[in-house]
T-cell receptor, first 115, second 110 residues
């Protein structure tokens, strides 16, 4: 079946521009996560959705970052006024959200480069 | 103290060797634990969940020590294809939020 998909796969933008990153989770998965991974670093938690609600936004690094989810499906991560330090791979994951041992399924990521 | 701590390595081991990684966590209320594997420039994928009783999957064995707040991963008879970064993942509070460790890099050498 279809896994988690993300678009675009690569995005190059100029400093100061806004970008939108999209995640299509596995159908029926209620939990959705966004992470950031800088080159050679670990995964940095950004935000988590349960359904369309985000009970935990604690990882968003600044008010330039926002995310939404609609229809308990697609999610969009928006970065406004991008900075060079925003350059990273942005990973989305989804899980069925029914138990403590739910596996997170990751998409291939969006590689963002801010010039 | 970080919520989840791992030795980043790298661990360089010869083929056929046994290697073990530990991961410590700070939240004593953590309830679920996992090992994920991440290949270079790829997304993480679940390797195995870690249960209180410990569990084994082929050459891989995972253990949980709640008293000392650590989990371990043992890989026996290492293969070249085991070369990857192994991520320790802990449920850090709340029903679905998990925290990833920085990962331990393993390089299996011919």
């Amino acid at each position: 079946g279809a896994g988690v998909s993300q678009s675009p796969s690569n995005k190059v933008t100029e400093k100061g521009k806004d970008v939108e990153l999209r995640c299509d989770p596995i159908s029926g998965h209620t939990a959705l996560y966004w992470y950031r991974q800088r080159l050679g670093q670990g995964l940095e938690f950004l935000i988590y959705f349960q359904g369309n609600s985000a009970p935990d936004k604690s990882g968003l690094p600044s008010d330039r970052f926002s995310a939404e989810r609609t229809g308990e499906s697609v999610s969009t991560l928006t970065i406004q006024r991008t900075q060079q330090e925003d350059s990273a791979v942005y990973l989305c994951a989804s899980s069925s959200g029914t138990s403590l041992y739910n596996e997170q399924f990751f998409g291939p990521g969006t590689r963002l480069t801010v010039l | 103290r970080k919520e989840v701590e791992q030795d980043p390595g790298p661990f360089n081991v010869p083929e056929g060797a046994t290697v073990a990684f530990n991961c410590t966590y700070s939240n004593s209320a953590s309830q679920s634990f996992f090992w994920y594997r991440q290949d270079c420039r790829k997304e993480p994928k679940l390797l195995m969940s870690v249960y209180s009783s410990g569990n084994e999957d082929g050459r891989f064995t995972a253990q949980l020590n709640r008293a000392s707040q650590y989990i371990s991963l043992l890989i026996r008879d290492s293969k070249l294809s085991d070369s990857a970064t192994y991520l320790c993942v802990v449920n850090s509070g709340g029903y679905q939020k998990v925290t990833f460790g920085i990962g331990t890099k393993l390089q299996v050498i011919p």
